[in-house]
């Protein structure tokens, strides 16, 4: 008999712990194919990935630059996605960035939409945390992810700078241009 209370506490504590781990919930097979990730993926490092050398923002996409951008979305990792059910789709990746010792990672939430062909017709990021260890970002990123899907925000967590690099007191997401821009004092 104790044996058998011990194995059904065992199976009990994992059958728990596997119902409470919600990253299985935000994975992209739940709402796209794997080609209409690789899509989405792309549009998305068009719109937030660094633009080729010697190029502005609008020749950054006409398509001799579409084999740059191919290469780029290696440097891209979707972690979670999920969505409202109201056409919204709330993501949160790693992105290369780039500090004193070279190319590391960030986080990045935001938002988009998407148009009949299953392309970005709306992007928005909603924050970019810092710098900091990949685990790091991962735990920081996936608590202001479940954030935003549950509230369509981030606002209990802003300007909390071990948390959140963007938006602060200087800086806000233009989305009339895709970028990060700094406010006027």
């Known amino acids: 008999m104790r044996n058998f209370l011990f194995l059904f506490a065992i199976v009990i504590l994992f059958t728990s712990e596997s119902c409470s781990d919600k990253s299985h919930v935000y994975q992209y097979n739940n709402y796209f194919t794997s080609a209409e990730i690789d899509s989405i993926m792309f549009d998305a490092v068009m719109i937030m990935g660094r633009r080729p050398k010697n190029t502005t923002r609008e020749a950054s996409l006409l398509p001799e630059h579409r084999p740059y951008y191919t290469n780029l979305v290696n440097d891209f990792s979707l972690k979670h996605i999920a ?103």
């Open 83 to 185: 969505t409202n059910n109201d056409s919204i789709y709330y993501y949160f990746m790693l992105r290369p960035a780039r500090n004193h010792t070279g190319w590391v990672n960030r986080g990045v939430g935001g938002y988009f939409s998407l148009n009949e062909e299953k392309r970005i017709s709306g992007f928005v990021e909603v924050f970019n945390t810092p710098i900091m260890p990949k685990e790091e970002i991962l735990h920081v990123g996936t608590e202001l992810f479940e954030e935003m899907v549950k509230t369509g925000n981030i606002d209990k967590y802003l300007y909390r700078k071990e948390m959140i690099e963007w938006p602060d007191q200087r800086t806000e997401y233009d989305k009339s241009i895709n970028e990060w821009v700094y406010i006027a004092d």
